[in-house]
């Protein structure tokens, strides 16, 4: 398990310089972004009563792919002619403008900040991608603070009335606070889990703290899986209330 972990925090390192792998968009037709098409139904069919427009993405610990599952998902939601928005809110460690080739010199941070500032002068679009982005912007000294924030929440509202489906990569859970003040702003919540390396107690803890804000957790994505099972490398798991 430890020398599994190292090497995963190894790779990640290179991510965090190159950015994340966006298999969907590279190869369609692969199993893994067949996975992903999956992915997004289950999370259509959630919760029927109440449609997910915002969703937060993130994990019990760090190095477990929630910023890869974040920005597949975007993208193959954005398949569907809907207007998604990839919001990156991991405001400590942030990879979407690297994944995405995008100025990072404005984004998240300097909307928060800066109150003269309208989102359509901030957010990013691919064509080719069908995809809108918000980067997160220069690190601020005060990641949990600028979320927790009021003009936080105003901003959120905004964005959800704009956009079909907005995605948040936010830090992991155990880590920092921030994915729990997001939780309590957002419809769902998807936790990303990496099998082989996520101890048992580490995905507790994760549950319990959003479960202690009253957060919705639509459910678990299982990554990592061998290509060699049926399911594939990503597999979603809806959430059961047990251990």
């Known amino acids: 398990m430890f020398n599994k972990r190292k090497k995963t925090e190894q790779r990640l390192k290179k991510e965090q310089i190159q950015g994340t792998s966006l298999i969907t968009y590279t190869d369609p037709k692969s199993l893994n972004a067949e996975q992903f098409r999956t992915i997004r139904t289950n999370i259509e069919f959630a919760q029927l009563d109440k449609p997910m427009k915002n969703i937060l993405v993130s994990s019990s610990i760090p190095a477990e792919g929630k910023s890869t599952i974040a920005s597949n998902l975007a993208y193959v939601i954005a398949q569907t002619d809907k207007r998604v928005l990839l919001v990156d809110a991991d405001l400590r460690k942030p990879t979407v403008h690297r994944t995405f080739k995008l100025n990072n010199e404005q984004g998240l941070t300097t909307l928060l900040t800066n109150v003269d500032l309208k989102f359509n002068q901030v957010v990013q679009h691919s064509r080719d991608l069908n995809l809108y982005f918000l980067p997160s912007g220069p690190i601020p000294p005060n990641p949990s603070e600028i979320l927790g924030s009021g003009r936080m929440t105003l901003l959120m509202q905004e964005l959800g009335q704009y956009f079909d489906i907005v995605i948040y990569d936010a ?34 803890k994760a549950k319990e703290a959003l479960e202690n804000v009253n957060a919705n957790i639509l459910g678990y994505v299982m990554n990592g899986k061998e290509l060699s099972d049926s399911a594939g490398y990503y597999t979603y798991y809806g959430y059961e209330n047990n251990d």
């Not at 920092?176 to 107690?201: F, H, N």
Request: net charge positive; glycine share 6%.
């Open 171 to 204: 830090p992991p859970i155990t880590a920092v606070t921030d994915p729990q003040i997001l939780a309590t702003k957002v419809d769902g919540v998807v936790i990303i889990v990496r099998q082989g390396y996520s101890r048992k107690e580490e995905v507790k």
